[in-house]
């Protein structure tokens, strides 16, 4: 597989640079593998017609910390620090990118957001360095006063007061991610209630979206390109209902990517999901065998990107670009704050 074959056009103006006014104001194309076809399209709302009583939710519960800090150098000089990811231990050290006219040297003291002081740590494999932070509280209620919300680099705009709340979804519950599980954006409190009273159970799991998400396939072979490794926690409540789900022939469907990374990588041989947690970095291209997912919805992808090599193979290359095409067509709104699409 070469990374020309997830390619395709798309006007910088398809690219959606605000959320819409309403979270449920969105467009929703549904896709069919079966019939190899777009089947329907409309408002994101009627997504509820398409599930059925006894249909199984997996959600992700991250929620995006504001991770972009900014402040000076002990020299005085401006730097913007960027939470990457936690390292284990006591302390709050973290992996970090550093963004200034000259490089922080080992041990430099950084006065960040006004509250934050950080040190650089000897470590870390460039661009990335690791910091240890302290501020008179707890460091991340610190970094929800004083971070700023780290959009994706195809929003050409800087954070504002709306992105607090719309770039994250109504069920984040865990702090961790660096970008939302976008895909969710699009579901409201109303959306969720009617979807409970359908019948449809719903589950949450967790999976703290890195950088990795943001950073560009550089291999022309798609097979050699690694994936950063991302920290999950798949509860043991959530596998008992996915195994159920699977047992008793009820479908399972995965709100965005990660959640369809978490659970397929969390299934053993015998088709079990497994509870836990720890670092995955699972790459899903075509070819690959999925086991638990039988419904996807997601959002709108770059192109040459990961994500779009995921729903390519869960839905087929072809019928993927093929649909993609009708939305650029059709003026469809793509990325972190576009429309969406449901794979049945």
């Known amino acids: 597989m070469h990374l020309d074959d997830f390619d395709f056009e798309l006007p910088p103006e398809q690219v959606a640079q605000y959320p819409p006014p309403c979270r449920e104001d969105a467009r929703l194309m549904v896709l069919d593998r079966r019939g190899e076809e777009v089947a329907d399209s409309g408002v994101f709302p009627e997504i509820l017609k398409y599930f059925a009583p006894g249909d199984l939710l997996i959600v992700n519960d991250t929620q995006v910390i504001p991770a972009r800090l900014l402040g000076t150098k002990e020299t005085g000089g401006r730097i913007e620090v960027f939470l990457v990811r936690r390292l284990a231990g006591a302390a709050e050290d973290w992996v970090c990118l550093t963004k200034c006219s000259k490089p922080p040297r080992t041990g430099a003291r950084l006065l960040l957001g006004g509250k934050i002081e950080g040190t650089v740590l000897p470590?870390?494999?460039?661009?990335?360095?690791?910091?240890?932070?302290?501020?008179?509280?707890?460091?991340?209620?610190?970094?929800?006063e004083v971070g700023r919300i780290p959009l994706p680099p195809y929003i050409r705009r800087e954070d504002g007061p709306q992105d607090r709340e719309r770039y994250q979804t109504v069920f984040a519950r865990s702090p961790g991610a660096v970008a939302a599980p976008t895909a969710g954006l699009h579901f409201t409190p109303e959306i969720l209630d009617a979807l409970a009273q359908k019948g449809v159970e719903i589950r949450s799991l967790t999976l703290h979206v890195g950088l990795g998400t943001f950073l560009p396939v550089r291999v022309e072979n798609v097979r050699e390109h690694r994936m950063h490794g991302e920290f999950y926690h798949l509860p043991e409540a959530t596998a008992a209902a996915i195994n159920r789900a699977k047992a008793e022939g009820r479908r399972v469907f995965a709100l965005g990517t990660t959640a369809t990374r978490t659970v397929e990588y969390a299934v053993d041989d015998e088709g079990r999901v497994v509870a836990g947690e720890g670092m995955t970095d699972l790459f899903i291209t075509p070819g690959f065998r999925f086991k638990v997912v039988d419904a996807l919805i997601t959002n709108f992808h770059l192109p040459r990107s990961t994500l779009l090599m995921l729903v390519s193979a869960f839905a087929g290359r072809e019928l993927v670009l093929k649909a993609y095409r009708q939305a650029v067509q059709g003026s469809f709104r793509f990325f972190s704050y576009g429309d969406c699409m449901l794979i049945l």
């Open 123 to 144: 470590g870390g494999t460039a661009p990335y360095r690791h910091l240890r932070f302290e501020c008179p509280g707890e460091f991340l209620p610190t970094v929800e």
